[in-house]
């Protein structure tokens, strides 16, 4: 799994749709979420740090769990099903611990209200995300091939040693 961090939400061009902008810690890689508006408004009141007047649902939430002693450790995009993600809430009560399903928009609101972590599936970055630092990615690809070009036989033996018991 990795883990990424909300960057914003932005719209899309041309459908005018809200998207979630998830960026891993070295900031190579993006994975962008078509949400709805509401949605939309969900997560940016943490963003921004706005509080509304009266509890929104994601705030009813909390404000639930936080009475039964109930913390979100933290949320997981688990797959990318006909373009649909999908996640997860792990919620934890002492050594209890429980996985709700959830829409990622959800999941997402819930974790920034939390202050949880946010992790993704490798599968799902490797599926859906998008490269924001090409020149990085480039470089480490050419390190590499550099790397196996150089790579003779007598240097995974060194590396492994010999199986005595084959």
């Given at each position: 799994?990795?883990?990424?961090?909300v960057?914003?939400?932005a719209?899309?061009?041309i459908?005018r749709?809200?998207?979630?902008?998830?960026k891993d810690?070295?900031?190579?890689?993006?994975?962008?979420?078509?949400?709805?508006?509401?949605?939309?408004?969900?997560?940016?009141?943490?963003?921004?740090?706005?509080?509304?007047?009266?509890p929104?649902t994601?705030?009813?939430?909390?404000?639930s769990?936080?009475?039964?002693?109930?913390?979100?450790?933290?949320?997981?995009i688990?797959s990318?099903?006909r373009?649909?993600?999908?996640?997860?809430v792990?919620?934890q009560?002492?050594?209890?611990?429980k996985e709700i399903?959830?829409?990622?928009?959800d999941a997402i609101?819930?974790a920034?209200?939390?202050?949880?972590?946010?992790?993704v599936?490798?599968?799902?970055i490797a599926n859906?995300?998008?490269?924001i630092?090409?020149d990085a990615d480039e470089?480490?690809?050419?390190?590499?091939r550099e790397f196996?070009?150089n790579?003779?036989p007598?240097?995974?033996i060194?590396?492994?040693?010999?199986s005595?018991n084959?």
């Amino acid at each position: 799994m990795i883990e990424m961090k909300v960057a914003g939400i932005a719209l899309d061009a041309i459908t005018r749709s809200p998207i979630i902008l998830l960026k891993d810690a070295s900031e190579r890689r993006a994975l962008l979420i078509y949400i709805a508006l509401e949605q939309a408004r969900a997560i940016i009141g943490p963003l921004e740090n706005q509080k509304p007047p009266r509890p929104l649902t994601h705030d009813l939430m909390m404000n639930s769990l936080g009475e039964w002693n109930i913390n979100i450790e933290k949320i997981i995009i688990h797959s990318l099903e006909r373009d649909t993600f999908y996640a997860s809430v792990i919620l934890q009560q002492g050594e209890f611990r429980k996985e709700i399903d959830s829409r990622p928009s959800d999941a997402i609101a819930l974790a920034l209200r939390a202050n949880a972590s946010i992790w993704v599936m490798e599968e799902v970055i490797a599926n859906a995300s998008i490269p924001i630092d090409r020149d990085a990615d480039e470089a480490e690809q050419e390190a590499f091939r550099e790397f196996i070009s150089n790579l003779c036989p007598e240097d995974l033996i060194r590396y492994f040693g010999t199986s005595e018991n084959s």
